[in-house]
């Protein structure tokens, strides 16, 4: 089992920026393709990036590409979420995911609990 502590939320200004982490626990991580997701008040969790067991293909939405770049450190069971030029919109609870399968797309098989990003117009 894997385990998901999500890290680096908050408030910020419109037009900043912020790096979400999450560190995994166990000896597996590089096994499992990533994701991160995002649910906002009142609206279903969607799909925010992607990247694979390697972390040379990733996978954005079409909404987000260009501001947000997903990556990973499997010698630090760590995945990011570099979010630049945020908007009030991007307010969400952030979620990351381990997927199952091989490739990225999979179906997520554990969750993180979440962390909180505020964007403040």
């Known amino acids: 089992q894997v385990q998901l502590v999500e890290s680096g939320g908050g408030l910020v200004q419109a037009g900043g920026s912020l790096r979400l982490s999450c560190a995994a626990s166990?000896?597996?991580?590089?096994?499992?393709?990533m994701a991160w997701f995002r649910q906002a008040p009142g609206k279903e969790r969607e799909f925010v990036a992607a990247i694979s067991r390697s972390g040379a293909s990733t996978n954005y939405a079409d909404s987000l590409k260009g501001r947000f770049t997903i990556s990973r450190d499997n010698a630090k069971n760590t995945v990011y979420l570099q979010m630049n030029s945020l908007k009030p919109e991007d307010t969400s609870v952030y979620y990351c995911a381990a997927t199952s399968g091989a490739i990225i797309g999979g179906a997520p098989r554990y969750w993180g609990q979440g962390t909180q990003v505020t964007v403040s117009s």
């Open positions: 166990g000896p597996t991580f590089s096994s499992y393709p």
